[in-house]
């Protein structure tokens, strides 16, 4: 029988030795834990918290994230795209998430704030009205996504190519236009 865990603060523990419990996770928060390389796979966490967790590689096929926030976690190479897209609402603050695959997956509406974003699958993704607030996208890949009414203006480091993406709407700011115009090869001076 699967867990159903409503209310409960988990905080210092380490699911690398003791494996999280398969289940449901309603209104937890997970803080100073470490997840890395975890199996989370078929776990539901419904409007739960991670603070400053540890959540790199861990595995997360059928895993349902519904209104989950994410802060001052390190998540490297998380491949979201296997995760249960059915309700699939998330948030980072503060977060390291390179080398993390949201391939396909609907994020609209949501909010990346003061985040590391290095070479980040976004291919293929509806990221309408999303929020890359003081975000690093270096070398982030936007392929035939799907970026309109987007908010850039303080993001940096990316490079979105316009005849390959939908940006109407998307907000960008004069100082990081520039990584529109990257496969023109222009020079863009004061």
Not at 9 to 29: A, M, Q, R, S
Not at 51 to 80: P, Q
Not at 114 to 141: P, R, W
Request: glycine share 2%; net charge negative; hydrophobic share 35%.
């Amino acid at each position: 029988m699967e867990e159903y865990i409503e209310d409960k603060e988990f905080d210092k523990l380490n699911f690398t030795e003791k494996p999280l419990k398969k289940g449901e996770y309603e209104n937890c928060i997970f803080s100073n834990c470490n997840f890395s390389n975890s199996d989370l796979n078929q776990i539901i966490f419904l409007e739960c918290e991670f603070i400053n967790c540890n959540l790199s590689m861990a595995k997360l096929t059928d895993t349902a994230f519904k209104n989950v926030k994410f802060k001052d976690c390190k998540m490297l190479g998380l491949n979201f795209e296997n995760c249960n897209k059915l309700g699939l609402e998330i948030s980072f603050e503060n977060c390291v998430l390179n080398h993390s695959i949201f391939y396909k997956i609907n994020l609209k509406n949501t909010n990346f704030k003061n985040s590391q974003l290095h070479e980040v699958d976004f291919g293929a993704c509806n990221l309408t009205n999303a929020i890359f607030d003081n975000c690093d996208l270096l070398k982030a890949n936007f392929d035939n996504t799907i970026l309109e009414k987007v908010n850039f203006k303080t993001a940096y480091n990316f490079i979105i190519d316009p005849e390959n993406n939908r940006i109407k709407n998307a907000k960008f700011s004069i100082e990081n236009c520039k990584g529109l115009l990257e496969k023109y090869q222009i020079k863009i001076e004061r």
